[in-house]
Protein backbone atom coordinates (compact mmCIF):
# COMPACT_ATOMS: atom_id res chain seq x y z
CA UNK A 1 0.00 0.00 0.00
CA UNK A 2 2.97 2.47 0.83
CA UNK A 3 4.42 1.77 -2.88
CA UNK A 4 1.26 2.35 -4.17
CA UNK A 5 0.87 5.71 -2.44
CA UNK A 6 4.06 6.53 -3.44
CA UNK A 7 3.48 5.87 -7.33
CA UNK A 8 0.69 8.28 -6.84
CA UNK A 9 2.20 10.91 -5.42
CA UNK A 10 5.45 10.87 -7.89
CA UNK A 11 3.18 9.90 -11.15
CA UNK A 12 -0.14 10.79 -10.52
CA UNK A 13 -3.58 9.17 -10.88
CA UNK A 14 -4.24 9.73 -13.83
CA UNK A 15 -0.48 9.34 -15.32
CA UNK A 16 -0.33 5.58 -13.57
CA UNK A 17 -4.00 5.04 -14.97
CA UNK A 18 -2.45 5.69 -18.84
CA UNK A 19 0.44 3.80 -17.84
CA UNK A 20 -1.44 0.53 -16.53
CA UNK A 21 -3.72 1.06 -20.05
CA UNK A 22 -0.93 -0.28 -21.92
CA UNK A 23 -0.12 -3.67 -20.20
CA UNK A 24 -3.68 -5.27 -20.23
CA UNK A 25 -4.28 -8.13 -18.21
CA UNK A 26 -5.76 -11.42 -20.15
CA UNK A 27 -8.72 -10.89 -18.96
CA UNK A 28 -8.87 -7.31 -19.21
CA UNK A 29 -8.36 -7.89 -23.17
CA UNK A 30 -11.18 -10.54 -22.83
CA UNK A 31 -13.37 -7.71 -21.56
CA UNK A 32 -12.44 -5.16 -24.24
CA UNK A 33 -13.06 -7.32 -26.89
CA UNK A 34 -16.50 -8.58 -25.49
CA UNK A 35 -17.45 -4.90 -25.04
CA UNK A 36 -16.64 -4.36 -29.10
CA UNK A 37 -18.42 -7.24 -30.26
CA UNK A 38 -21.45 -6.31 -28.66
CA UNK A 39 -21.23 -2.62 -29.46
CA UNK A 40 -21.14 -3.86 -33.10
CA UNK A 41 -24.83 -4.02 -32.88
CA UNK A 42 -24.82 -0.56 -33.23
CA UNK A 43 -22.16 0.73 -34.75
CA UNK A 44 -20.62 0.52 -37.59
CA UNK A 45 -17.70 2.26 -39.47
CA UNK A 46 -18.75 5.85 -39.43
CA UNK A 47 -21.46 5.53 -37.23
CA UNK A 48 -21.64 8.53 -34.38
CA UNK A 49 -21.37 7.41 -31.03
CA UNK A 50 -22.29 9.73 -28.30
CA UNK A 51 -20.22 9.21 -24.69
CA UNK A 52 -22.11 11.01 -22.37
CA UNK A 53 -20.37 10.63 -18.54
CA UNK A 54 -17.14 9.14 -20.39
CA UNK A 55 -15.37 9.05 -17.38
CA UNK A 56 -11.51 7.32 -17.97
CA UNK A 57 -13.10 5.64 -21.75
CA UNK A 58 -13.77 2.40 -20.85
CA UNK A 59 -16.53 2.46 -23.54
CA UNK A 60 -14.44 4.17 -26.26
CA UNK A 61 -11.30 1.71 -25.98
CA UNK A 62 -13.39 -0.84 -27.32
CA UNK A 63 -14.17 1.41 -30.35
CA UNK A 64 -11.26 3.37 -31.00
CA UNK A 65 -9.70 1.36 -34.14
CA UNK A 66 -13.21 0.59 -35.50
CA UNK A 67 -13.44 4.27 -37.76
CA UNK A 68 -16.08 5.62 -35.50
CA UNK A 69 -16.86 8.89 -34.97
CA UNK A 70 -16.76 8.90 -31.23
CA UNK A 71 -17.74 12.54 -29.06
CA UNK A 72 -17.26 11.99 -25.14
CA UNK A 73 -18.64 14.38 -22.79
CA UNK A 74 -17.39 14.27 -19.49
CA UNK A 75 -17.36 17.18 -16.73
CA UNK A 76 -14.24 16.27 -14.39
CA UNK A 77 -11.32 17.96 -15.87
CA UNK A 78 -9.19 15.01 -14.38
CA UNK A 79 -10.55 12.36 -16.92
CA UNK A 80 -10.43 14.93 -19.87
CA UNK A 81 -7.04 15.48 -19.25
CA UNK A 82 -6.81 11.45 -19.23
CA UNK A 83 -8.93 11.36 -22.31
CA UNK A 84 -7.06 13.99 -23.83
CA UNK A 85 -3.59 12.10 -23.22
CA UNK A 86 -4.83 8.36 -24.30
CA UNK A 87 -6.76 9.80 -27.45
CA UNK A 88 -5.94 13.00 -28.59
CA UNK A 89 -7.21 13.76 -31.90
CA UNK A 90 -8.96 10.26 -32.62
CA UNK A 91 -11.89 11.57 -30.57
CA UNK A 92 -13.72 14.65 -29.95
CA UNK A 93 -13.95 15.52 -26.26
CA UNK A 94 -15.99 18.08 -24.35
CA UNK A 95 -15.77 19.21 -20.77
CA UNK A 96 -19.28 19.70 -20.22
CA UNK A 97 -21.89 18.04 -18.30
CA UNK A 98 -25.15 17.17 -20.08
CA UNK A 99 -28.72 18.02 -18.85
CA UNK A 100 -32.47 19.21 -19.63
CA UNK A 101 -31.00 22.63 -20.90
CA UNK A 102 -27.54 24.91 -21.50
CA UNK A 103 -26.78 25.97 -18.22
CA UNK A 104 -23.87 26.66 -15.10
CA UNK A 105 -24.75 23.81 -12.99
CA UNK A 106 -22.93 22.29 -9.86
CA UNK A 107 -21.08 19.55 -9.88
CA UNK A 108 -20.86 17.11 -6.64
CA UNK A 109 -17.43 15.50 -6.81
CA UNK A 110 -15.97 12.33 -5.17
CA UNK A 111 -12.45 12.68 -4.52
CA UNK A 112 -12.02 9.65 -3.24
CA UNK A 113 -14.25 7.59 -6.07
CA UNK A 114 -14.87 10.17 -9.35
CA UNK A 115 -16.75 8.01 -10.98
CA UNK A 116 -19.46 8.23 -8.25
CA UNK A 117 -19.44 11.90 -9.16
CA UNK A 118 -22.70 13.68 -10.15
CA UNK A 119 -24.87 16.70 -10.63
CA UNK A 120 -27.87 14.28 -8.72
CA UNK A 121 -28.24 15.81 -4.86
CA UNK A 122 -31.05 13.19 -4.49
CA UNK A 123 -29.23 10.50 -5.95
CA UNK A 124 -26.18 10.84 -3.40
CA UNK A 125 -28.56 10.83 -0.77
CA UNK A 126 -30.16 8.07 -1.63
CA UNK A 127 -27.18 5.46 -2.38
CA UNK A 128 -25.40 6.99 0.89
CA UNK A 129 -28.61 6.46 2.92
CA UNK A 130 -29.20 2.73 1.87
CA UNK A 131 -25.57 2.36 3.03
CA UNK A 132 -24.77 1.28 -0.73
CA UNK A 133 -21.56 4.13 -1.15
CA UNK A 134 -21.72 5.23 2.86
CA UNK A 135 -17.82 5.14 2.79
CA UNK A 136 -17.79 7.75 -0.25
CA UNK A 137 -17.35 11.22 0.30
CA UNK A 138 -18.87 14.01 -1.88
CA UNK A 139 -16.38 16.37 -0.50
CA UNK A 140 -15.87 19.28 -3.40
CA UNK A 141 -18.13 20.53 -5.67
CA UNK A 142 -17.47 22.37 -9.43
CA UNK A 143 -19.22 24.70 -10.93
CA UNK A 144 -19.82 23.09 -14.93
CA UNK A 145 -21.40 24.34 -18.33
CA UNK A 146 -23.99 22.04 -19.14
CA UNK A 147 -25.24 21.11 -23.19
CA UNK A 148 -27.94 19.00 -24.21
CA UNK A 149 -28.46 16.26 -26.35
CA UNK A 150 -30.17 18.07 -28.70
CA UNK A 151 -27.39 20.64 -29.22
CA UNK A 152 -24.56 17.71 -29.61
CA UNK A 153 -27.22 16.47 -32.34
CA UNK A 154 -27.42 19.64 -34.09
CA UNK A 155 -23.43 20.37 -33.98
CA UNK A 156 -22.38 16.59 -34.37
CA UNK A 157 -25.53 14.54 -36.29
CA UNK A 158 -28.03 12.33 -35.26
CA UNK A 159 -26.00 9.38 -33.51
CA UNK A 160 -25.98 5.63 -33.87
CA UNK A 161 -25.85 4.95 -30.36
CA UNK A 162 -25.77 7.43 -27.19
CA UNK A 163 -23.90 5.83 -23.79
CA UNK A 164 -25.44 7.71 -20.92
CA UNK A 165 -23.54 6.68 -17.69
CA UNK A 166 -24.29 10.00 -15.31
CA UNK A 167 -24.67 8.61 -11.74
CA UNK A 168 -28.45 9.41 -11.15
CA UNK A 169 -28.92 12.66 -13.76
CA UNK A 170 -30.29 10.52 -16.34
CA UNK A 171 -33.55 11.72 -16.76
CA UNK A 172 -32.19 15.61 -16.49
CA UNK A 173 -30.29 14.41 -19.92
CA UNK A 174 -33.29 12.96 -21.31
CA UNK A 175 -35.17 16.30 -21.06
CA UNK A 176 -32.61 17.72 -23.14
CA UNK A 177 -33.65 15.44 -25.94
CA UNK A 178 -36.55 16.20 -28.06
CA UNK A 179 -36.14 13.99 -31.06
CA UNK A 180 -36.10 9.88 -31.69
CA UNK A 181 -32.48 8.68 -32.02
CA UNK A 182 -31.27 4.83 -32.75
CA UNK A 183 -30.22 3.09 -29.71
CA UNK A 184 -29.13 4.51 -26.23
CA UNK A 185 -28.65 3.00 -23.03
CA UNK A 186 -28.89 4.65 -19.54
CA UNK A 187 -27.31 3.16 -15.97
CA UNK A 188 -29.74 2.47 -13.30
CA UNK A 189 -29.42 1.51 -9.64
CA UNK A 190 -31.95 -0.25 -7.90
CA UNK A 191 -34.07 -0.66 -5.74
CA UNK A 192 -33.19 2.60 -4.33
CA UNK A 193 -33.75 4.67 -7.69
CA UNK A 194 -36.46 2.50 -9.17
CA UNK A 195 -38.85 5.06 -9.36
CA UNK A 196 -36.03 7.47 -11.11
CA UNK A 197 -35.65 4.63 -13.86
CA UNK A 198 -39.56 4.21 -15.23
CA UNK A 199 -39.60 8.29 -14.95
CA UNK A 200 -36.93 7.66 -17.52
CA UNK A 201 -38.39 5.12 -19.57
CA UNK A 202 -42.02 7.04 -19.45
CA UNK A 203 -40.10 9.78 -20.80
CA UNK A 204 -38.58 7.72 -23.73
CA UNK A 205 -41.69 5.90 -24.38
CA UNK A 206 -43.79 9.03 -24.69
CA UNK A 207 -41.29 10.80 -26.72
CA UNK A 208 -41.43 7.99 -29.35
CA UNK A 209 -45.42 7.84 -29.19
CA UNK A 210 -44.73 4.43 -27.78
CA UNK A 211 -42.64 3.13 -30.86
CA UNK A 212 -39.93 2.07 -28.83
CA UNK A 213 -38.31 -1.29 -27.92
CA UNK A 214 -36.39 -2.23 -24.21
CA UNK A 215 -33.64 -4.33 -23.43
CA UNK A 216 -31.29 -4.44 -20.68
CA UNK A 217 -28.01 -5.86 -18.88
CA UNK A 218 -26.59 -6.30 -15.53
CA UNK A 219 -24.10 -4.71 -13.73
CA UNK A 220 -21.22 -4.31 -16.67
CA UNK A 221 -22.09 -7.56 -19.06
CA UNK A 222 -22.66 -7.26 -22.87
CA UNK A 223 -25.21 -10.26 -22.50
CA UNK A 224 -28.96 -8.97 -23.28
CA UNK A 225 -31.03 -10.07 -19.86
CA UNK A 226 -34.04 -10.59 -22.19
CA UNK A 227 -33.97 -13.10 -25.15
CA UNK A 228 -36.31 -10.24 -27.27
CA UNK A 229 -36.69 -6.65 -26.91
CA UNK A 230 -40.05 -6.19 -24.84
CA UNK A 231 -42.27 -2.93 -25.00
CA UNK A 232 -42.85 -0.23 -22.51
CA UNK A 233 -46.11 -2.00 -20.50
CA UNK A 234 -43.28 -5.13 -20.53
CA UNK A 235 -40.47 -3.35 -19.21
CA UNK A 236 -42.32 -1.55 -16.85
CA UNK A 237 -43.22 -5.01 -15.64
CA UNK A 238 -40.14 -6.32 -14.80
CA UNK A 239 -38.58 -3.01 -13.12
CA UNK A 240 -41.37 -3.75 -10.75
CA UNK A 241 -40.15 -7.39 -10.28
CA UNK A 242 -37.95 -8.21 -6.92
CA UNK A 243 -35.56 -10.37 -9.49
CA UNK A 244 -35.21 -6.93 -11.31
CA UNK A 245 -34.37 -5.14 -8.03
CA UNK A 246 -31.57 -7.47 -6.45
CA UNK A 247 -29.56 -6.98 -9.76
CA UNK A 248 -28.62 -3.58 -8.14
CA UNK A 249 -27.23 -1.81 -11.31
CA UNK A 250 -26.72 -2.25 -14.87
CA UNK A 251 -27.81 -0.55 -18.32
CA UNK A 252 -30.94 -0.54 -20.02
CA UNK A 253 -31.44 -0.07 -23.66
CA UNK A 254 -33.72 1.81 -25.79
CA UNK A 255 -34.48 1.21 -29.30
CA UNK A 256 -36.44 3.41 -31.30
CA UNK A 257 -38.39 1.86 -34.07
CA UNK A 258 -37.75 4.54 -37.63
Sequence with gaps: ??????MKNVFGMNNIKFIKSWFRSSSEKVLIEQRREFY???????????DIGANYGNRIEPLIHDKIKIIAIEPQIECVRYLRKK???KITILQNGVGKEIETKLMYISTNANILSSFSREWIDSTKNSGRFKKIKWDKTRKIEMITLDYLIATYGN??????????????????????????????????????????????NNLSNSNVLFNYCITENTVFSLPHWVDYNEIIKLVNTNAFLNTQFGDVYVKFNQ
Design 40 to 50: AQFLKPDSVFF
Design 1 to 6: MKVKNL
Design 159 to 204: PDFIKIDVEGFELEVLKGLSQNVNVLSLEYTVPERKEALIDCLSYL
Design 87 to 89: YGK
